[in-house]
């Protein structure tokens, strides 16, 4: 049973909630930043990848890191607390806080508070955001942040549908750490698949021109994927 749990959490814990809407907002809010610009893609000016690739790639890795360390801190609070104490079932946030207890003491619940505020006043724009990008480029509707509302009908609705959503699951009844634990499960399902695809578009010349990515990193990336599929098998063997 524990080593069940073992692999659960791991793979998991490769694959962040937020993981697969992200990936299409992204790329959507860069090529939106090219038409602001008037700057063609790096695929058909490939002369100016250099910089612009290195700016990238240090955003990227800055970014993983502090979500790595912060995720890392997470889960070391909870063990060192709450696990240790017998409790491994969280339900409510009120549960969450006690992880806090030791450090902030009777300011526990106020800090518990201030973190969920501004972590949704981040995820949620960015999320709904990533939202509106995806089902406007399902649709082929013309639709970005730089575009009024009435110009980007459907982007703006898909936001604020979204947003109220999200609002609306305080009044279901829904358990949210078990709705936590089942997107993170879906995501989980959708990351390998995704990987793989993304993966088959880097190393196409037709779509990345003179880009393409390189042989070492192209091994590495279907090691990562191979990893996300078998952990993805192993934790429906031991979910069985």
Wanted: charged share 10%; net charge positive.
């Amino acid at each position: 049973m524990e080593r069940g749990l073992c692999h659960r959490f791991a793979w998991r814990f490769s694959a962040p909630p937020s993981a697969p809407i992200c990936s299409s907002g992204r790329p959507a809010r860069r090529v939106e930043e090219q038409h602001r610009h008037h700057a063609k893609p790096l695929c058909i000016t490939p002369n100016e990848a250099g910089p612009e690739l290195r700016r990238i790639r240090t955003d990227t890795l800055v970014g993983m890191a502090f979500s790595t360390l912060v995720s890392l801190a997470i889960v070391f609070a909870t063990a060192a607390t709450l696990n240790a104490n017998g409790i491994t079932d969280i339900t409510t946030s009120a549960q969450a806080a006690e992880a806090l207890k030791p450090i902030a003491g009777p300011f526990a619940f106020a800090l518990f508070a201030v973190g969920i505020i501004g972590t949704g006043l981040l995820a949620v724009p960015v999320l709904a955001g990533s939202a509106a990008y995806a089902v406007t480029e399902m649709v082929g509707v013309a639709g970005s942040l730089d575009a009024k509302p009435m110009r980007a009908r459907l982007f703006y609705a898909t936001i604020a549908v979204t947003t109220l959503l999200g609002a609306a699951l305080n009044y279901t009844g829904i358990d949210p750490a078990r709705a936590l634990y089942w997107a993170a499960v879906v995501n989980g399902v959708l990351a390998a698949p995704l990987m793989a695809v993304m993966m088959l578009i880097v190393r196409n010349p037709r779509v990345m021109g003179r880009l393409t990515l390189s042989t070492g990193a192209t091994v590495l990336g279907w090691a990562a994927t191979a990893v996300m599929t078998i952990a993805t098998v192993i934790f429906f063997v031991t979910a069985l």
